[in-house]
């Protein structure tokens, strides 16, 4: 125990003699004096100098709790941020409505972002992990694991290719070359795909089925393919490529098996209402009514 740890234990204890000190709180407080700093920035102990200056050299009894409590979360988030400067923080790439995105990772890997999605990683890539809010595809570089966290489950390859998407309450992953393992860890389920399979989870619905490798991450040039798939569901897809109002009615229950293009808005509602017997009117370039004949 260093000089300033001792007289800071000094200080919880005249403290806890005069009961000003319970249990929970000198343990949470004993807890903190063991936090390791590393790197540039302020030290432990200059810290700790600074929270006796707080106190006086006397230790005095009546320092109020809130003040100590705050030096403690201080010190903390120092060791936060300098954690963060060590490992050189994270990195968040976003891919806004009507835009896709080509990203490389540190490893070489290669990851397309779909519409209204994005990553995060850590600069320093120390494990090749990920995480994934949207829709991306994924071609992998050999190697150690690489993993993709979504808020419903993870996917792990060593290098492969495949589409991961996860929106609202939706997790669908395909796997187009090699293998992956999609796991859901609040299900205690782990499944590995080969090439043409595809796992979906839907609410508390898991399905496996398969699928045309090469209709697989098809997205990416602006084409976008659906089997049985609700019509709610394609079309807000289509609104996400399209930047555009929708709204529709007597729609529910109805599925699509199709798909429609990314580069004419026009083409693509006439691709989606005409087998399904819809009309649609657009407005301004900007809104689009949908409408059962």
Not at 146 to 153: A, E, M, R
Request: hydrophobic content about 35%; charged content about 30%.
């Amino acid at each position: 125990m260093d000089d300033q740890d001792k007289k800071y234990h000094d200080y919880l204890d005249k403290n806890e003699d005069d009961g000003h000190l319970d249990e929970g709180l000198r343990s949470f407080l004993d807890k903190s004096t063991r936090a390791q700093l590393s790197g540039s920035g302020k030290s432990r102990e200059d810290i700790w100098k600074e929270i006796e200056e707080q106190i006086g050299d006397d230790g005095s009894r009546h320092f109020p709790y809130y003040r100590l409590i705050a030096a403690v979360v201080a010190l903390l988030v120092v060791a936060t941020v300098i954690f963060l400067v060590k490992t050189g923080g994270t990195e968040l790439i976003t891919a806004e409505v009507a835009q896709t995105k080509d990203v490389l990772l540190p490893d070489g890997s290669q990851v397309k972002l779909n519409a209204e999605s994005a990553i995060e990683y850590n600069k320093s890539w120390e494990t090749r992990e990920l995480s994934l809010r949207g829709e991306a595809f994924f071609m992998v570089q050999p190697g150690t694991d690489f993993t993709v966290i979504t808020s419903l489950g993870s996917v792990s390859v060593l290098g492969t290719s495949f589409n991961v998407l996860q929106r609202d309450d939706r997790l669908e992953v395909a796997c187009k070359t090699g293998k992956v393992q999609v796991n859901l860890e609040d299900r205690n389920f782990s499944r590995d795909l080969v090439p043409g399979q595809m796992l979906r989870l839907v609410a508390d619905s898991v399905q496996s089925m398969t699928f045309n490798t090469e209709l697989i991450g098809r997205w990416q040039t602006g084409e976008y393919y659906f089997e049985d798939r609700p019509v709610a569901e394609v079309l807000d897809e289509l609104r996400r490529q399209y930047d555009v109002i929708l709204s529709h009615s007597g729609l529910e229950g109805r599925s699509f098996n199709g798909y429609f293009i990314s580069d004419d808005l026009e083409a693509a509602l006439t691709m989606i209402c005409e087998p399904l017997d819809l009309t649609f009117a657009i407005r301004n370039d900007e809104e689009v009514i949908i409408r059962p004949n």
